[in-house]
């Protein structure tokens, strides 16, 4: 069955980094673009970045671009999101989700990794 | 930007009862829209994807119709499990992909 594992969030000071990563099973990784949806606390869903099936076009949400960046290694089915110059607003649990094809619905979604930027 | 506005933010019913939720484009996004469901402490859970088709798993109490700007969940007989948050997703028009703001179904 499909199965998405996040891991690599924590606490971290503004202006720190972080490095999220989302390992895949259960599916052909390589035949999918991949996502990334964060939810503030006690907010709503909001789309972070979108990468395509192989790693050749990269999207982003205007509030994180030029801060993050999504990446993937499809030999060992992971993707990667690179968060630089963090701000108190970028906590948040941050979601990786598959979407039911190129780009639709997102029908799998991990458990989440929280990110807490405080000083 | 299309702006996805969901309304109402919180509807009280009792079990039984039916639900019907709104989401309302801020322009046309053709069918390319989808239904989530997130109860407390979870991930989002797809319910409907392209105004109308049930995704795999899914109760057929939950259906989805709309197209254009203005779209409808309706759950037509709420079960204990049905009470969490609902969201709206577009598709048609991106980057960005957006959400609505959710609408919260809560026992009355």
């Known amino acids: 069955q499909v199965q998405l594992v996040e891991s690599g969030g924590g606490v971290v000071q503004p202006g720190g980094s972080l490095r999220l990563s989302c390992a895949a099973s259960?599916?052909?990784?390589?035949?999918?673009?991949m996502y990334w949806v964060r939810q503030a606390p006690g907010k709503g869903l909001e789309w972070v970045a979108l990468i395509r099936y192989d790693g050749s076009n990269k999207y982003y949400a205007d509030s994180v671009k030029g801060r993050f960046t999504i990446s993937r290694d499809n030999s060992k089915n992971t993707v990667i999101l690179q968060l630089n110059s963090l701000r108190a607003e970028d906590t948040a649990v941050y979601y990786c989700?598959?979407?039911?094809?190129?780009?639709?619905?997102?029908?799998?979604w991990g458990q989440g990794t929280v990110v807490t930027v405080s000083s | 930007e299309i702006v996805l506005t969901q309304s109402p933010a919180t509807l009280s019913l009792s079990p039984g009862e039916r639900a019907t939720l709104s989401c309302r484009a801020s322009?046309?996004?053709?069918?390319?829209l989808a239904w989530y469901q997130q109860r407390p402490g979870q991930a989002p859970r797809l319910l409907i994807y392209?105004?109308?088709n049930r995704a795999a798993g899914i109760p057929a109490r939950f259906s989805g119709s709309g197209s254009g700007t203005d779209f409808t969940l309706t759950i037509s007989s709420l079960e204990p499990e049905d009470f969490a948050v609902y969201y709206c997703q577009q598709r048609n028009n991106w980057p960005p992909l957006t959400f609505g703001g959710g609408t919260r179904v809560e026992l009355k």
């Open positions: 989700a598959k979407p039911i094809s190129t780009i639709a619905a997102l029908d799998y």
């Open positions: 392209d105004a109308s």
């Open positions: 322009q046309s996004i053709s069918s390319y």
């Open positions: 259960g599916f052909i990784f390589s035949s999918y673009g």
